[in-house]
């Protein structure tokens, strides 16, 4: 049966008496256990009575945050990203990610501790496929046995591994033979995907093919910002087709090798809405980003048929290969009809006046279309998860309204029936963003790259509150929900 969050102002009186005292039973039944203290010296007047919640989430609700190989693990030198950060010009001050968080010597098992101690039940992270196949043929059983140690790690900590195979990051050797512009590319990612997926299967079930292709495909052929930096609508597709088919290939090999896996992608989802909602025209050039942007990926893994741009592919292979659809909402653009944009597709995309920006004006904050992004997704039928949410703020200033608000939203959208069956936050710690590299901050801790040490941002406890609550708290909602 579908959960309904619980919303206070529309319980009733009785029901709220009937949550705080289930509420109080829990926590002394707990103490009980632990400090086995008798039962009967326990004062139950202490508690303070009439604990509400704002909104309360499905039992079993995974919490947790995102990281990426490249973005947290350091020493990366054999993939396309390597090169690309080589290249002046390509990354933002010319920073490099270098030891990034230091993962790979270790410090995973720091940042997890802190992730475990702040009520995270669940963490997602991705796999380097230029680790474990260095080259053609070769395999790193070494890498392969630090993934494990690293899940290992994840699990001893009573937390839920969400894996993501694929991550924006390519081998030297596959882009050397034309990545993912080739059809090659799909039995080459399958078989990484098998050698993984084989090694890692008694430790997971819960796998994430590839992370936003619509963003790879985007960035890297239509817009310029990501590695190979190409402007061509005809490789764009060429390039999405192949991802497709390539999901859709490692989706079967994991069910080959692991009949009950999850198995899904994750997709950066970004409302579009028209500039002048009564404008034809701005709803029209609105409608048909949405549907190239969001729509292209997911619904050629629901029917086998690929729209992108103004090409067509069918994929009958691809049809029903996904358990669940991963949304990484971040933020929410006005999109105008514009005559003189024919290579933006005759649209203009800008931040609604008056929203909270963040730091760099990277994102704009509006909670509400994390409801609107999970409704879209709903139609999907397959349980949701929102694989990634965030936003960069080193001095914390606005992550906590954000956060909650965007969780909020989330709780309601799981009350108007979305199947929504976790949270990841981005992120962990402050990593290397990409081509914007250190000058975006999405850690719940702030990371000084020089010396390693970690800093708590508020947001941190904020958090924990609601992963340790399953719930946003009256208190929690009082002071960050309703304004920013
Ligand atoms: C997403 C990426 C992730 C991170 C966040 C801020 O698009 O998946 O790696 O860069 O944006």
Redesign the pocket.
């Known amino acids: 049966m579908a959960f309904i969050p619980k919303l206070c102002h529309n319980s009733t009186m009785e029901q709220m008496l009937f949550y705080s005292t289930a509420h109080f039973a829990q926590d002394h039944f707990d103490y009980y256990i632990i400090k086995k203290i008798p039962l009967k010296k326990i004062n139950f007047m202490d508690k303070p009575s009439m604990q509400t919640n704002k909104i309360e989430f499905p039992p079993g609700f995974l919490w947790g945050t995102a990281t ?1 190989s490249h ?1 947290v693990e350091g020493g990366n030198q054999n993939n396309n990203w390597h090169l690309w950060e080589q290249i002046p010009g390509k990354i933002l001050h010319g920073q490099k990610s270098g030891l990034a968080c230091d993962w790979w010597n270790g410090r995973w098992k720091e940042d997890l501790d802190r992730a475990a101690q702040a009520g995270q039940n669940a963490h997602r992270l991705s796999l380097e496929w230029s680790r474990i196949q260095p080259s053609p043929g070769i395999w790193d059983d070494k890498a392969l046995q630090t993934y494990q140690e690293i899940i290992q790690g994840i699990l001893d900590r009573g937390m839920k591994p969400l894996v993501t195979l694929h ?2 990051t390519d081998p030297i050797w596959f882009i050397e033979r034309g990545g993912w512009e080739k059809p090659d590319a799909i039995d080459a990612f399958a078989s990484y995907v098998k050698k993984a997926v084989s090694f890692l299967a008694p430790l997971v079930n819960f796998w994430c093919t590839i ?2 292709p619509n ?1 790879y495909v985007y960035c890297g052929y239509l817009g310029g910002e990501f590695p190979p930096g190409k402007k061509n609508s005809f490789l764009a597709f060429k390039v999405m087709e192949n991802m497709v088919k390539a999901h859709a290939a490692a989706y079967k090999a994991i069910h080959a090798i692991q009949p009950n896996a999850k198995v899904g992608i994750a997709l ?1 989802y970004r409302d579009m809405k028209p500039a002048r909602p009564d404008s034809w025209l701005d709803s029209l050039i609105a409608g048909f980003h949405s549907k190239t942007y969001n729509d292209a990926f997911p619904v050629a893994l629901q029917k086998g048929k690929l729209k992108f741009l103004f090409q067509r592919s069918a994929i009958p292979q691809a049809k029903g290969t996904q358990d669940f659809l991963g949304i ?1 909402y ?1 933020t929410c653009d006005l999109v105008a009809f514009d005559l003189f944009k024919p290579s933006a597709l005759f649209g203009r995309h800008f931040y609604p006046p008056g929203v909270p920006l963040s730091e760099n004006k990277f994102l704009a904050s509006v909670p509400s279309s994390m409801k609107e992004a999970l409704l879209w997704a709903k139609k999907f039928g397959v349980p949701l998860v929102v694989s ?1 949410n ?1 936003i960069e703020d080193s001095q914390d200033t606005l992550r906590p309204f954000y956060t909650v608000q965007h969780i909020y939203e989330m709780g309601k959208s799981i009350q108007e029936g979305c199947p929504v069956q976790g949270y990841f936050h ?1 992120s962990l710690v402050d990593n290397f ?2 081509e914007r590299a250190w000058t975006q901050r ?1 850690g719940l801790w702030d990371l000084d790259v020089q010396t390693q040490e970690r800093r708590k941002r508020p947001t941190v406890d904020i958090y924990a509150d609601i992963c340790k609550k399953n719930a946003i708290s009256e208190e929690i909602w009082k002071k960050f929900g309703d304004k920013s």
């Open positions: 990426a973005q991550h924006f992370n936003e963003v950066n990484n971040y990634e965030g981005w963003e990409w999405f």
